[in-house]
């Protein structure tokens, strides 16, 4: 299958600290399908995600190959960076709180992501907004169009953060921790609600989480992180059937639902600690 999103050989650094927060990363996004990229927090999920869409700070030093459709994104200036999130690649971030305006009614929010990246009158955009509304699951949306965040459960909170995600019909769409906030029904409601669109859009998902249950559930295949650094990429159902890594065998024992019958918490081997990583 093509791969939407390359990533090569990509290293980042931070002013300060002597080891990379990600080093030497390489790995491929398949169109269309969900990849899931899992580790413990500190193993450079999320810094990897956020160089993808340019979102790391100044101080950030980033080196490698970020290809998404076969266009180099490092290096490239703000201006069309700002063009590419929203619109051909968009991001779902963990906490669906702070990544709305508490004081700016949710419709127009929606609305506003169309009108930043697409030639239409605010009736057009304020009709789209309507329609995501009503495909993520929002009840009614035509009364709750006007409604502030606080106004809605977290989990609804998150579905309009999806429809944002989605306005502009994105082709690549990374998801950190999307379910981390929410109760385990809902997690599952809105799992299956990213899926859902996937197959409807045909987008390609990157599902950054530390649940093995969600990898399970939802990805087609999955990359394990540790320390920077990317362990393996396997289908998910030969993560769980035959983990080649000492390390990703240690995370599915650790977790009583993965974990195989009677299995004992093994201890990770001293050549996969974080120091003899860096070492």
């Known amino acids: 299958m093509t791969a939407l999103l390359s990533v090569s050989d990509v290293a980042i650094r931070f002013a300060g600290p002597a080891r990379p927060a990600v080093d030497g990363v390489s790995l491929d996004l398949r169109a269309g399908e969900m990849f899931g990229l899992v580790g413990e927090s500190g193993s450079g999920k999320s810094t990897l995600a956020n160089a993808v869409l340019g979102l790391l700070p100044a101080s950030a030093t ?12 490092l290096g490239l200036p703000e201006e069309e960076l700002r063009a590419i999130r929203g619109d051909a690649a968009a991001m779902i971030f963990q906490d669906a709180s702070a990544s709305l305006d508490p004081t700016w009614p949710v419709g127009d929010q929606i609305a ?36 502030a965040p606080h106004r809605f459960s977290g989990g609804m909170r998150q579905r309009i953060v999806i429809a944002a995600a ?46 093995l249950g969600v990898v399970a559930q939802a990805c087609d295949r999955v990359g394990v992180m540790r320390g920077g650094r990317l362990l393996e990429v396997v289908a ?6 035959k983990p080649s890594h000492p390390y990703t065998r240690a995370l599915l024992a650790a977790n009583p639902a993965t974990a195989p019958r009677g299995s004992r918490l093994p201890v990770i081997p001293p050549e996969w600690s974080v120091e003899a990583l860096d070492g």
Do not use: K, W
């Open 236 to 241: 998910t159902a030969d993560l769980f059937a």
């Open 112 to 147: 506003e992501t169309i009108r930043a990246h697409r030639p239409v009158s605010r009736r057009e955009a304020e009709r789209r907004a309507l329609e995501l509304m009503a495909e993520v699951g929002i009840p009614d949306p035509a009364r709750r169009f006007r409604d």
């Open 166 to 211: 989605l306005a502009n019909d994105p082709r690549l769409l990374i998801a950190d921790e999307p379910t981390t906030a929410l109760d385990v029904t809902i997690q599952a409601q809105v799992l299956q609600l990213i899926d859902r669109l996937r197959r409807e859009h045909g987008t390609t998902v990157l599902l950054i989480t530390h649940d």
């Open 62 to 73: 980033v080196t490698g190959s970020i290809r998404l459709e076969g266009r180099e994104l």
